[in-house]
C-alpha cells in the first residue's frame, strides 16, 4: 500500500480514537467522577480476565504452532547437546508451573477485588510466615538448577576426550577457514604476520615449522559420526562466535586468544536429511558475534561422515604446503593450479576486498 | 536573590540536618523564561526536561526498531519512501546492510541508556525524591541542572553521528573491540564510533551528576519525621540506583576512554594479532586483550539492567498500593529484596560471557550469583501479588501499566532462569532467546512502570490529566503488542535463530521463520503508532487535559500531594509538613487513607 494512503488511515484513526476519548471525559466529569470510575472500572477489570484467557490459550496455540519448528523436535545431534535439553525441559516445567500460577493470581486477583462500593481493602502490611515460604522455596528449586546445570557445564567445558580428532576453525570478515594436523597429529604454527592470501597463506601458516608440511585446508568442515571432535577456535580479526545450534554449542572466536569446544556428533548429514524428510538438510556454522556488515552471512557447513568416507576426503585434499609452494608437490611436478579455495576462507559469503561485500545487494 | 537564600539555607539543612523549614516562607522568584524553562534549577522543571527529551529520543529510538523490523519482516520487498527518507541508505528501497547494523545499535544504545536510564531515573527520580521525603529542592540544585546540560549534549552528538559521511557506529550498543576498535573494520568503525563515545562519555558525566545529587539529598534532606524505613519503596528504588551508577558509570567510562587509545592513540588494551581483511594489512598491535574490554563494559551493563528496572520496580511498588487501597506487603522484605539485588547486581557480570573463553570455574561462581537474584526477584513478586489480595482495586491507567509492569516482569524474569545456567546459555547464547527476554523483562516491563509514573504522577506535573479513554487504549493496545512481538521470539530462539541478522533467507535452519517475521513487523508497526497516541495524550493535555481540582486526586498519603495542586519553586508555601508515619497506611482501621502528615492517634492499632 502507498506510505501516503497508510498515513492518512492512520491520521484518520487517531482522530477517531481522540473524539471518542474526548466525548468520554465530558460523559464522566458530567455523571460525576465516582460513577464514571466504577463504570470503567468494570469494563477494565472484565478485560484483565479476558485479557488472561485469552492470552493462555494464545500461548498454547503459539506453542503448537512452533514447538515443531524449534531444534528441541529433531533431538540433539551431539551427545553432549541430549544433556542441554534434558536441562531446557526441567527448566521450562519449573518456570511453566511458576509463570500459570502468578499469571493466575495477577489477573484474577485485578477481577475479583475490583473496587465495589461498600467494600473495604484488607488491612495485611507484612506477614513473616508466608514471605519466609516465598523466600525458601524459590532458594530451594533454584539450588537443584543450578546443581543439576553446573554438573552439565563441567561436563561440557572440561577436556576433550583423548581420542578426539583435532580441527581448527578460524573466523575473518566474513567467512570461516577449517585445518587439519594431518597425518602427524599436529597443527603446525602460526604468525599472523606471515598472512598472505597472495602466497596461498591465508592463516600464517610458519613454512619453517615442519608440523605444517601436512596440514590440509578444506571447503567444508568434516567430522565423524560418534567420534569425538575437539575445535580450536581462532580469529583473525573481530570476535566471531561458531554457533552449533543442532550440536547446542557455541563458542567465541577471539583474535589473540585461541578457545576451544568439544563434541560427539550422532547422525551424519544424510542421516540427518532422511530423520527430518528435507534433502536440503545442512549443519550450519552460525556467527552469533556481530562482527560486522556481512554478519548475517557469514556461514559454514559442517560435513558429518563415516570414518571411510572421512578419510576419502581427507587423502582427495592436498596439504596446503604444495599450494604455497607447487614446486614441493611430489605428485606434481608441472605446476598446476590448485583448488582456488586455498588460503581464502571457504565459506560463502567470502570476499577478500572490502568493497567486494556489496554484491548481496 | 530569593534564590540564593533558598541555596544557602540547603547548605545549611545539609551541614546540620536541622529544622530550617520555617525559614522558607514565600518564595518570590523574579524568572525569567530562561531561568523557569531553560537552565532551571528547579528539580521539577529538570524532570520534565528530562521527560520530554526522553519522549522525543523513544520516538527515535523506536522508530529505528520499526525500520529494521521492514527489513527483518519484508527482506525480500523495496518501499520507494524509505529511499525518499534515507537517501543513499536504503538505495532501490531496501535498508543496506551497513545502516541495518547502525540502526540496531542506535536503537539499543537510545533505548537503554537516554530513554530508559535519563528518561526514567532521570525524570522520575527527580520529580520524586525531594517532593517525597519532604525537601525544597535537591542538595545541589547547580549539579541538578547541569546533569540535564550534559545529557542534552550528550543527545546532540550522538544526532550529529548519525548525519556524517561514514555513518553512525554499527557494532552493536555493547560496541565491542576488535570491531568498535578498528577504523577499517566497518564504515560504521570511523567517526561514527568516536562520537558514540564521546556522547557516551558526556552522557556518564550526566549520570554521575545526577546520582551523587540524588543519594546526597535522599540521605540528608529528608523532612522532620521522615526517618528511612518510613520512606516510600520509590525514594529506596531511586536511592539503590544511583548508589548502583555512581559505583558502576565510572568503571565503564575507563572502558571507554581506553577504547578510545586504541582506535586513535595507538595502544593495545583490546587488540592482539590482527589481519585486517579489508586493506590486507597485519596490525602491529600485540597483547592485548579483546575480553577486558567486555569485563569492564558488563561491570556496568549488568547493573544498568537494574538501574533501568529498579525505578520501575519502586513506581510499580507505590501505585500499586495506592490503587489497591493496601498497604504494600512486605514492607521490609521490599527494602531488603531490592538491597539484595543491587548487591547482587555487581557480582553477575560474566553472564554475558559464558562463551568467551571463560574459566569453567569462573563461570560457575557466576551461575550461582546470578540465579540468586531469582531469590530477592521473587520476593518481590509474591509481595505485590498479595499486596493486591483482598483489596479494592482502582483501575486508573497508571495502575494498568502497574499491573501489566508485574506481568512482564514474571514472564521476562523467568526466562532469565534458562539464561543464567551457563550450560543452557551455551545454547541460547545471542539468539532470539536473549532479544524475548530482555525486551519483556528490561524493556517494555520498565516502560510499563515509566507509563505508569507518567500517568499517576501527571497532575503533580502539569497541574492537568491526561485522558484516561487514550489511556486505556494505551494500555490494552500495548501489552497485547508487546506479547505477539516478543512471546514468539522464544521460539525462534530456540531454533537457534541468531540475534543481529540482516536476513536470514539464505539459511537452512531459520528460513522457516518468515511468516512470523511479517507478523512481527506488523505489530511492531502497530505498537508505535499506539505510542505515538500516548505522546499525543501527554502534549495535548499539558495545554488542554482537564484540570486537577484536588489536591490529591488518588487519594494518596505520600508527601508529593500535601503540595499545591501548581507548586513552586520550594514545594510547599510555608512549612514543610512533619512526617508521623510510613506511607502505606491504606484501609488501616476502617479509614480509607492516613497521610504521612497525620500524627498517629491515641487508639490506632499496631502493626
Redesign the interface.
Known sequence: MN?WMLLAV?GMI?LV??Q???A??YV??LKGEGKA?LQ??RI??F??LA?LIV?LA??WW?HKK??G????AQGSASVE?E??DS??ML??Y??GI??LI??V???W??YK????EG?????????NK??LI??II??IT?TV??VI??R???K???DAPEKSMLVEITG??FGWTYRYPGADGVLGKKN??M?D?QKNNGL?QDWNDKANQDDLITTNMYIVKGKPVKLVIGS????H?V?L??F?????A????P??LWFTPKWTTEEMRERLN?P???Y?I????????????M?GVIKVVTQEEFDMEMAKTKPVYYAAFPDKDPGNKSVTPVADSVGQPAS?AVV???GA?KT?? | MSQETLHQSQAGTLAAHVDHHDTHHGHHHHETFVTKYIFSQDHKTISKQFLITGIIWAIIGGLFSVLFRLQLGYPEST?P?LENILGRWA??G?I???FY?ALVTMHGTVLVFFVLTAGLSGTFSNLLIPLQIGARDMASPMLNMLSYWFFFLASIIMISSLFIQTGPF???WTA????SA?H????GSKLGVDLWITSMAMFVVSSLLGGLNYIATILNMRTKGMTMTRMPLTIWAFFFTAVLGVLSFPVLFSGFILLLFDRNLGTSFY??????????Q?LPN??????LYQHLFWFLGHPEVYIILLPAMGMASEILSTN????I?????MVGSLFAIAVLAFLVWAHHMF???LN?FL??VF??LT??I??PS??K???W??T????????TPAM?FA?GF??LF??GG??G??LG????D??L???YFVIAHFHIVMGVASFFGMFAGVYHWYPKMFGRHM????G??HF?GT??CA?IIF??MH?EG???M???????S????FK??GD?NQLITVFSIISF?LQ??FV??FFYSIFKG?KVLSQNPWNSNTLEWTTPINPGHGNWEGEIPEVHRWA?D?????VDHLPQTVPVGANESH?
Request: aromatic share 16%; hydrophobic share 45%.
Open positions: 506510505i492512520l487517531f480514537i481522540f471518542i476519548a474526548k468520554s471525559e464522566s466529569v470510575r470503567s472500572n477494565n477489570a478485560l484483565m485479557f492470552g494464545g500461548a503459539c512452533l514447538a519448528e524449534t531444534l528441541f547437546g544433556k542441554i536441562m531446557f527448566t521450562l519449573i518456570t511458576v509463570f502468578t499469571q493470581l495477577l489477573f486477583f485485578a477485588y475490583q473496587e465495589k467494600h473495604k481493602a484488607f488491612y495485611l502490611p507484612h506477614n508466608l514471605e516465598w523466600t524459590p532458594a533454584l538448577l543450578v546445570g553446573l552439565h557445564w563441567f561440557i567445558t572440561g575473518q570478515q599472523y604476520r598472512i592470501p600464517g583473525k580479526d573481530v570476535i562466535d554457533g545450534p543442532h547446542r554449542l557455541k563458542m567465541d577471539v583474535p589473540g586468544i578457545t576451544t528435507n536440503d538438510f545442512e550450519e552460525v556467527c552469533d558475534q556481530l562482527c560486522g556488515a556481512s554478519h548475517y552471512a556461514r560463502t577478500a576486498p572490502a561485500v548481496k545487494m | 518501499f519512501w538505495e532501490g531496501r543496506k546492510q551497513e547494523y554499527s557494532g552493536g565491542y573491540p576488535p570491531l578498528l577499517d573494520a566497518s564504515p587488540l592482539s594479532e590482527i589481519y585486517v581483511q579489508s586493506t590486507q597485519a600485540e597483547g592485548g586483550s579483546a575480553i489497591a487501597r493496601k498497604p506487603f512486605g514492607y521490609m522484605a562463551v568467551t573463553g569453567p563461570g560457575s551461575v550461582l540465579l540468586l531469582a531469590v521473587a520476593i513478586v509474591f509481595n501479588l498479595t493486591l489480595w483482598r483489596g479494592n482495586i482502582r483501575f494498568l499491573m508485574v506481568s514474571i514472564s523467568l526466562t532462569i534458562f545456567n551457563s550450560a543452557l551455551i545454547h547464547h545471542d539468539t485522558n484516561s479513554t487514550i486505556y487504549i490494552w501489552i497485547i506479547y512471546w514468539p521460539y530456540l531454533a537457534g541468531p540475534r543481529r541478522y540482516y536476513d536470514f539464505q539459511w537452512q535452519s522457516q521463520f512470523l503508532a505515538l497516541l499525543f495524550n482537564r502505606y491504606y484501609g488501616k482501621d476502617g502493626h
